[in-house]
């Protein structure tokens, strides 16, 4: 899900693609993304209905979450946000207890084996405060009445490109390849309050595996289970070669719970490319709040002159 | 109605306002009263609008039905010359089923003598014949011996309740299927690419007596495609002889979900893939690597709930382009219907078993697909009992989650087939499973209902904040007046029940 077209915006100069960083070395956009909601269907509703599978009977395939009791999911939300909630398209947000109550519903419908949560707004980890499915992992940037801070600025394009949280996740995660051996547990460890300027939060008590055990593959990247089946000769009449043929070649290294084909990575990402500046959220509310002064003047004045 | 002029307010150009019309004292009460009539009326267009629609929902029946447990008969018959061996067996299958409770729930095994009571269902029968043991229909052919008791029972217990499949390869029961045959050329232009296949050939002969033989189960939809530009994710590492290995790792990620398109998403059905994969003549052999690093003889893998790939590896002295014939699908295709049969959850047959009348490989027998149908249908049940307990859960936990009657309209239709499948559980095989099968599609149906779709959450001081500008400014100047109507009309009536002169500016309201 992303609300705004950043690759496609005629005010971006590199047109199809939204570097994260000011030297350009890393194009997110890449060659093989998929939107599958955009602009104004990035709404509360359909993300919920996205997360519950409470969807037309009409919607196609790529716009459903396909997943099962095996599956893996990673969530990921940025934007503006703040003590229990995150705003969707400058006219509604979601809050805490609706994506909770989305997962329980996940939960009771077996729609998950696992849930990776994260998060990157201002006052993010009251964000994951309210859930109550087992089975979730949930990480956010910044503690309560704490902003969340942008790292790069791009002179070229003219708006911050990356939030530092995210910068530095990223940073961790792009030494990750599908077959490494790194857990939820490292990616924590990296955390750097000094460098990303908030206290990011770990939420671990719904879930049931030890973090040094969960790979950061059992979440990114589509890593699926193989067994190697064995050579079926041509032959006619030949009896079923029976169950104890088969070579169990488990290619999941992991001791805990084996990750299905199934393991959906899914991405529900809700961006907006100007990325939090403290300073734009306090002129934002220093506005809001004199605008709202203006009207009721107005309206008194109005009144008295009557 | 002012008849006369005061000449008072005639001189100052103002009129007395007790002497205006609209300020008659009824014509402001009526006023007054309109709103308030207007307000009262709209509290139940607004109490019926803003509510959200809540059906009971029959939670009693879906407990006790959730409570229920399916219990298949299964009716297995020794032939009255071997009546002796009857109790012994009986023994031995009652420790059976006592070792594996997980394997044989839902499962009543009773014998008996052939030929002593009529049965409902078609019952399993035990025939003597010393040498193989043999199936022909639902007849079991052995050497019924009593020394070869132990063995018998530890046949019928792999026949009647086959162990499940290890590991979670087997899909999820749905009543469609599609089957999604894929041949990938990794890279054509690099020269012997594969140009086409006889794949309807390939199906024909391998793939169809399955899905005809399993058409009781499921429904299932085939599309094949050809591509000629399929590139993988990753290097495949070079090991020695000239050749490229896919280590285990590398099968995990094996399949380029970015980049290549395996089904077409006309429908939301679970799509079974099957692709062959033709390496690019850069890359070619290209082997699968043990855990050693040793290639391995097999050129297939599974993954899964996804599907079967085999990779193959055309003569590397092979310049244009080739065409696979029904002859090579033959070596390629029994890989396929292997794959598909363990993908689909048939159990196998206990290996020194055969069935009669064989003519070709993966011949489904009567007692594999009775197993699997059991086995479906118990799944089925199970799977809609939970998640019809999960609605009621979630229906008393989250208040603010509406639900109308296309909802309760499912769960009822769901609870009867439940009802239906466990009436039919005795009599039909075939019913019960079709029976379960449409219990769990109305329950998962109400369950993903569209309109199901709880309120978002708003904190009571939103509430208020958002209520109290738009209310507030009207309804304070509403109940300021009638207050003060109120407490005029009073004072009238005390005026008049003291014996007082009525005041000036009630008088034509009286009049």
């Given at each position: 899900?992303?609300?705004?077209d950043?690759?496609?915006?005629?005010?971006?100069?590199?047109?199809g693609?939204?570097y994260?960083n000011?030297?350009?070395?890393?194009?997110?956009?890449g060659d093989?993304?998929?939107?599958d909601?955009?602009?104004?269907?990035?709404?509360?509703?359909n993300?919920?209905?996205?997360?519950?599978?409470?969807?037309?009977?009409?919607?196609?395939r790529?716009?459903?979450?396909?997943?099962?009791s095996n599956s893996?999911?990673?969530?990921?939300?940025t934007g503006?946000?703040?003590n229990?909630?995150?705003?969707?398209?400058?006219n509604e947000?979601i809050s805490?207890?609706?994506?909770?109550d989305?997962?329980?519903?996940?939960?009771?419908?077996k729609?998950y084996n696992?849930?990776?949560f994260m998060?990157?707004?201002c006052?993010?980890?009251t964000?994951?405060?309210?859930?109550?499915?087992p089975n979730?992992?949930?990480?956010?940037?910044?503690v309560?009445?704490?902003?969340?801070?942008?790292?790069d600025?791009?002179?070229?394009?003219?708006?911050?490109?990356?939030?530092?949280?995210?910068?530095?996740?990223?940073?961790?995660?792009?030494?990750i390849?599908?077959?490494?051996?790194?857990?939820m547990?490292?990616?924590?460890n990296?955390?750097d309050?000094?460098?990303?300027h908030?206290h990011?939060?770990?939420?671990?008590d719904?879930?049931k595996?030890p973090?040094?055990?969960?790979?950061?593959?059992d979440?990114?990247g589509?890593?699926?289970?193989?067994?190697?089946?064995?050579?079926?000769?041509?032959?006619?009449?030949?009896?079923?070669s029976?169950?104890?043929?088969i070579?169990d070649?488990?290619?999941?290294?992991?001791a805990?719970p084996?990750?299905?084909?199934?393991?959906e990575?899914?991405?529900?990402?809700?961006?907006?490319?100007?990325s939090?500046?403290?300073?734009?959220l306090h002129?934002?509310?220093?506005?809001r709040?004199?605008a709202?002064?203006?009207v009721v003047?107005?309206l008194?004045?109005?009144?008295?002159?009557? | 109605?002012?008849?006369?002029?005061?000449p008072?307010?005639?001189?100052?150009?103002?009129?007395?306002?007790?002497?205006?019309?609209?300020q008659?004292?009824?014509?402001r009460?009526t006023?007054?009263a309109?709103?308030?009539?207007i307000?009262f009326l709209?509290?139940?267009?607004?109490w019926?609008?803003?509510?959200?629609?809540r059906?009971?929902?029959?939670s009693?029946l879906?407990?006790s039905q959730?409570?229920?447990?399916?219990q298949?008969p299964?009716?297995?018959?020794?032939?009255?010359s071997?009546?002796?061996?009857l109790?012994?067996?009986?023994?031995?299958l009652?420790?059976?089923?006592l070792?594996?409770p997980?394997?044989?729930?839902?499962?009543?095994?009773q014998?008996?003598?052939s030929?002593?009571?009529?049965?409902?269902?078609?019952?399993y029968k035990?025939?003597?014949r010393?040498?193989?043991s043999?199936?022909?229909k639902?007849?079991?052919?052995?050497?019924?011996?009593?020394?070869q008791m132990?063995?018998?029972?530890?046949?019928?217990?792999?026949?009647l309740?086959?162990?499940?499949?290890?590991?979670n390869?087997?899909?999820?029961?749905?009543p469609?299927?599609?089957?999604?045959?894929?041949?990938?050329n990794e890279?054509?232009?690099?020269?012997?690419?594969?140009r086409?296949?006889?794949i309807t050939?390939?199906?024909?002969?391998?793939?169809?007596?399955i899905?005809?033989?399993?058409?009781?189960l499921h429904?299932?939809t085939?599309?094949?495609q050809?591509?000629?530009h399929?590139?993988?994710a990753f290097?495949p590492?070079?090991i020695?002889?000239?050749?490229?290995?896919?280590?285990q790792e590398?099968l995990t990620?094996?399949?380029n979900s970015a980049?290549?398109?395996?089904?077409s998403?006309?429908?939301?059905?679970?799509?079974?893939?099957f692709?062959?994969?033709a390496p690019?003549?850069?890359?070619?052999?290209?082997?699968?690597?043990?855990?050693?690093g040793a290639p391995?003889s097999?050129n297939?893998?599974l993954?899964?709930q996804?599907?079967?790939?085999?990779?193959?590896?055309?003569?590397?002295?092979m310049?244009?382009?080739?065409?696979l014939?029904s002859?090579d699908?033959?070596?390629i295709?029994?890989?396929?219907?292997?794959?598909?049969?363990?993908?689909?959850?048939?159990?196998r047959?206990?290996?020194?078993v055969?069935v009669?009348?064989?003519?070709?490989?993966?011949v489904?027998?009567?007692w594999?697909?009775?197993?699997l149908?059991?086995r479906?249908?118990?799944e089925?049940?199970?799977g809609?009992?939970?998640?019809l307990?999960s609605?009621?859960?979630?229906?008393?936990?989250?208040?603010n989650?509406?639900?109308?009657?296309?909802?309760?309209?499912?769960?009822?239709?769901?609870?009867a087939?439940?009802?239906?499948?466990y009436?039919?559980?005795?009599t039909?095989?075939?019913h019960?499973?079709?029976?379960?099968a449409?219990a769990?599609?109305?329950?998962?149906?109400?369950?993903f209902?569209p309109g199901?779709?709880?309120?978002?959450y708003f904190?009571?001081?939103?509430?208020?904040?958002?209520?109290?500008?738009?209310?507030?400014?009207?309804?304070?100047p509403?109940?300021a007046?009638?207050?003060?109507?109120f407490?005029a009309?009073?004072?009238?009536?005390?005026g008049?029940?003291?014996?007082?002169?009525?005041?000036?500016?009630?008088?034509p309201?009286?009049?």
């Amino acid at each position: 899900m992303l609300a705004d077209d950043a690759a496609c915006n005629s005010r971006n100069k590199f047109a199809g693609s939204v570097y994260a960083n000011p030297g350009r070395q890393l194009d997110l956009y890449g060659d093989n993304i998929e939107v599958d909601y955009r602009g104004y269907e990035v709404t509360v509703e359909n993300f919920i209905r996205v997360l519950t599978g409470r969807v037309p009977p009409s919607l196609p395939r790529s716009k459903r979450l396909l997943t099962d009791s095996n599956s893996n999911i990673f969530v990921y939300m940025t934007g503006h946000g703040g003590n229990e909630f995150l705003k969707f398209q400058d006219n509604e947000e979601i809050s805490a207890f609706d994506i909770a109550d989305a997962f329980e519903q996940m939960y009771q419908k077996k729609r998950y084996n696992e849930i990776f949560f994260m998060i990157d707004t201002c006052q993010a980890n009251t964000m994951y405060s309210k859930f109550y499915s087992p089975n979730i992992l949930a990480t956010g940037s910044s503690v309560l009445d704490e902003s969340s801070y942008s790292h790069d600025n791009d002179y070229d394009i003219g708006v911050s490109v990356i939030d530092r949280y995210t910068h530095y996740v990223l940073e961790f995660l792009e030494g990750i390849n599908k077959t490494s051996h790194a857990s939820m547990q490292d990616l924590f460890n990296s955390y750097d309050v000094g460098k990303i300027h908030s206290h990011p939060g770990v939420r671990d008590d719904l879930f049931k595996r030890p973090l040094d055990k969960a790979l950061i593959t059992d979440f990114f990247g589509g890593v699926a289970q193989a067994e190697v089946f064995p050579p079926v000769e041509p032959q006619e009449g030949t009896p079923n070669s029976g169950e104890d043929g088969i070579v169990d070649v488990d290619v999941d290294l992991d001791a805990g719970p084996a990750v299905g084909v199934a393991n959906e990575t899914t991405r529900a990402q809700m961006s907006s490319p100007d990325s939090i500046h403290s300073w734009t959220l306090h002129a934002l509310k220093e506005l809001r709040a004199w605008a709202c002064l203006a009207v009721v003047g107005i309206l008194v004045a109005f009144s008295w002159s009557r | 109605m002012p008849t006369g002029r005061d000449p008072e307010t005639e001189r100052d150009g103002l009129r007395d306002p007790s002497q205006l019309y609209f300020q008659a004292d009824h014509v402001r009460r009526t006023i007054i009263a309109a709103y308030w009539i207007i307000i009262f009326l709209a509290v139940p267009l607004w109490w019926h609008t803003t509510s959200i629609e809540r059906l009971p929902l029959p939670s009693a029946l879906v407990e006790s039905q959730a409570e229920r447990e399916l219990q298949f008969p299964i009716r297995l018959q020794v032939p009255e010359s071997h009546a002796v061996i009857l109790p012994r067996l009986q023994g031995l299958l009652r420790e059976k089923t006592l070792g594996h409770p997980e394997r044989w729930k839902g499962l009543d095994l009773q014998l008996s003598v052939s030929g002593s009571a009529p049965t409902e269902t078609e019952a399993y029968k035990l025939s003597h014949r010393l040498g193989e043991s043999l199936i022909d229909k639902r007849q079991f052919i052995h050497d019924l011996s009593i020394e070869q008791m132990p063995e018998l029972s530890a046949l019928l217990c792999d026949l009647l309740a086959p162990p499940p499949t290890h590991g979670n390869l087997v899909f999820q029961y749905s009543p469609r299927y599609r089957l999604a045959f894929s041949l990938l050329n990794e890279d054509s232009a690099s020269g012997g690419y594969v140009r086409t296949w006889n794949i309807t050939a390939g199906i024909s002969r391998h793939i169809s007596p399955i899905l005809s033989r399993m058409s009781v189960l499921h429904n299932f939809t085939l599309e094949s495609q050809v591509q000629f530009h399929a590139p993988l994710a990753f290097e495949p590492r070079s090991i020695p002889d000239g050749e490229y290995g896919l280590s285990q790792e590398d099968l995990t990620v094996f399949v380029n979900s970015a980049e290549w398109t395996l089904s077409s998403s006309v429908s939301n059905d679970a799509v079974i893939h099957f692709v062959i994969f033709a390496p690019s003549a850069k890359r070619r052999p290209l082997r699968i690597l043990g855990s050693d690093g040793a290639p391995l003889s097999s050129n297939s893998f599974l993954l899964p709930q996804w599907g079967g790939i085999y990779i193959l590896n055309a003569p590397s002295s092979m310049e244009s382009s080739r065409d696979l014939s029904s002859v090579d699908l033959d070596s390629i295709f029994p890989t396929f219907s292997e794959q598909l049969i363990t993908l689909l959850g048939i159990p196998r047959l206990p290996s020194s078993v055969q069935v009669r009348h064989a003519n070709a490989r993966n011949v489904i027998s009567e007692w594999q697909l009775d197993a699997l149908m059991r086995r479906r249908t118990l799944e089925n049940t199970h799977g809609s009992q939970d998640t019809l307990r999960s609605i009621v859960r979630l229906v008393d936990q989250i208040e603010n989650m509406p639900f109308g009657a296309s909802v309760r309209g499912d769960i009822q239709n769901s609870l009867a087939a439940l009802e239906k499948a466990y009436a039919e559980a005795s009599t039909s095989l075939s019913h019960a499973l079709t029976s379960s099968a449409e219990a769990l599609t109305m329950a998962s149906r109400a369950f993903f209902d569209p309109g199901m779709l709880a309120l978002l959450y708003f904190p009571a001081e939103h509430k208020y904040a958002v209520y109290m500008p738009l209310f507030a400014s009207a309804v304070v100047p509403l109940i300021a007046t009638a207050l003060r109507e109120f407490m005029a009309w009073k004072r009238q009536r005390r005026g008049i029940a003291g014996g007082q002169a009525p005041p000036i500016e009630a008088a034509p309201a009286r009049g």
